[in-house]
């Protein structure tokens, strides 16, 4: 299935750097088929400048799926966006968020949130080159000395004037200088009532939160508040407490995997072709470690997989001995 345009998904994994590649989607929509997936971030300079258009590979049995693009220049992003479109992506979403030093130097993510007026002029740009496909912004509270029951909500007036009506907000200031990137995602506070007062001062736009959502119950929470959330490492490092029960808790529809052992056998099709054309089975099954996370059996379930991946010629055969030691811990 696909979005509708301009439908805000309900849950959706966050776009991770070095995570959320083609094989970790594969692996969630065996998990769940309504939860709305996104890409690693793709530069826009990387799609225009260095024709990496391999970048935008997936498969169809990823939908719905969302690219998110970093960039700067309205005119790179709006050709960026554009090759979006024409490979099928559900959304275009635009970084304003990510507070790394390499994106900094690009000058793109959360730097853009000090320069509103070029975020609404990349965003109409990219709008103007969607063909009607729903573009999103995903921005973080402020950076440094923001205040942010200041900038966000002249951020978000900026974004909708550019033809722009879904944001997601990770509900955290971004520290541009002093903290790095994995301190950004848990030193600043969280903020949620910041964000969920942004839903009652925009009616209008649809907003998702991020920041520190680790269940399914705490999403149905923020649920009643705003329109959409999104998770990121809960649903990487544990993904079937987030994903197996999604479809049914958060959207309303019948879930389409029983459980883990199922979810784990339903990912040996995948194996076999991504083996049968070159590819390397840790390349897929390293999203799979945390599959069992909290079952008996989850840590000969990780060692067999992660050793065995790594010898050479390895095959489906060390996903079947890594299910026997969760058999053998179970029994």
């Known amino acids: 299935m696909s979005l509708a345009p301009q439908e805000m998904a309900r ?19 065996v998990l769940t088929h309504r939860t709305l997936l996104y890409t690693e971030m793709v530069t826009a300079a990387a799609l225009i400048r260095g024709r990496a ?9 990823e939908h ?30 635009l970084n304003v968020g990510c507070p790394s030093d390499r994106v900094q130097s690009g000058f793109f993510g959360a730097v853009l949130m000090e320069r509103p007026a070029l975020v609404a002029a990349c965003l109409a740009a990219m709008v103007r080159a969607s063909g009607g496909v729903t573009v999103t912004m995903k921005c973080r509270l402020g950076v440094d000395d923001h205040e942010p029951a200041v900038v966000l909500p002249d951020l978000l007036s900026r974004m909708a004037d550019s033809g722009v009506g879904q944001v997601i907000v990770h509900a955290r200031k971004a520290w541009l200088q002093g903290l790095s990137p994995k301190e950004n995602r848990v030193v600043p506070p969280l903020d949620y009532p910041l964000v969920h007062a942004m839903k009652a001062r925009f009616p209008d736009l649809a907003i998702a939160v991020n920041g520190g959502i680790a269940s399914l119950d705490a999403a149905q929470a923020h649920l009643r508040h705003v329109d959409g959330v999104m998770i990121g490492r809960a649903a990487y490092h544990d993904p079937a407490s987030v994903l197996l029960r999604a479809d049914s808790r958060v959207h309303g529809a019948e879930d ?7 979810a784990a056998l339903r990912m040996v099709p995948y194996i076999e072709a991504h083996l049968a054309d070159g590819g390397k089975l840790g390349q897929v099954t390293r999203h799979m470690l ?11 379930w990780r060692r067999t997989l992660s050793e065995g991946a790594a010898r050479p010629g390895a095959g489906v055969e060390v996903l079947h ?3 026997e030691q969760v058999s053998a811990a179970a029994a």
């Not at 258009?53 to 049995?61: K, R, Y």
């Open 321 to 323: 001995a890594a299910l």
């Open 64 to 93: 719905p799926v969302a690219l998110q693009l970093g960039g700067s220049d309205p005119g790179e992003l709006a050709e960026a966006t554009a090759l979006g479109v024409e490979r099928g992506y559900d959304e275009i979403n």
């Open 256 to 262: 389409p995997c029983p459980d883990r052992v199922t």
């Open 290 to 300: 945390g599959l069992f996370a909290g079952c008996p059996g989850a840590r000969g």
């Open 53 to 61: 258009t391999h970048l935008l590979d997936f498969d169809p049995a």
């Open 11 to 29: 849950l959706s994994v966050a776009p991770m750097m070095d995570w959320t590649d083609r094989h970790c989607r594969a692996f969630h929509r």
